[in-house]
């Protein structure tokens, strides 16, 4: 007779369906529908706003490397986060990973929050990312229409700044070049 092992949180996760993101956050699985319309539009509008000056050097300073929705390994398949976007700095990883797998932590991560997403986002996963030494996160909320951003003060979050609406900020650490938060918000209806 065989003893019928259980599958692993990380098994269970890679046999989720299509349609949906999962994350391992403190040792429990987390499952959310794949983003809404305003949620997409605004990680893509930042990401390529972000791309140009920032990974591209195209009016701006270069030596970073933004990702859609990376799956960070903080702890390899058992603290598994999934943010909007994530942001290193070159010299911190040189490459990009040949696999699905970034072990290294990001200089900057930003979530999009949504009805769905915000208190894990904000309760869970914000903690998380101090406590693996995450330099900045940004909250981005497309209903609100605002921008929270933060920096990693002795191990807890500083508010550096909160922004909203059409503000045209310069904010750590992509203060180099101007953002016009108008663009993330997109048509609504």
């Known amino acids: 007779m065989h003893a019928r092992t259980r599958p692993t949180l990380y098994e269970r996760l890679q046999a989720l369906p299509d349609g949906v993101v999962g994350e391992i956050l403190d040792g429990q699985l987390h499952v959310h529908p794949r983003p809404s319309g305003p949620h997409g539009f605004a990680a893509s509008s930042l990401g390529y ?5 920032f990974q591209r050097g195209r009016g701006g300073p270069g030596g970073w490397w933004i990702i859609d929705e990376p799956e960070l390994h903080f702890i390899r398949d058992s603290e598994v986060d999934v943010p909007d976007l994530a942001g290193w700095r070159r010299e911190r990883m040189p490459l990009l990973p040949q696999g699905h797998r970034y072990t290294v932590v ?51 979050w500083r508010e550096i700044g909160r922004f909203r609406d059409a503000d045209t900020v310069c904010v750590q650490p992509f203060d180099a070049v101007p953002l016009d938060l108008d663009a993330l918000w997109g048509p609504t209806g």
Request: proline share 7%; hydrophobic share 45%; charged share 25%.
């Open 49 to 53: 706003d972000l791309i140009g000056p």
């Open 106 to 156: 990001p200089d900057w991560v930003c979530e999009v929050l949504s009805g769905s997403t915000e208190s894990v986002d904000r309760e869970i996963k914000m903690p998380i990312y101090a406590q693996f030494g995450v330099a900045y996160a940004w909250l981005l909320d497309p209903r609100a229409r605002t921008l929270e951003a933060y920096a990693l003060d002795a191990g807890n």
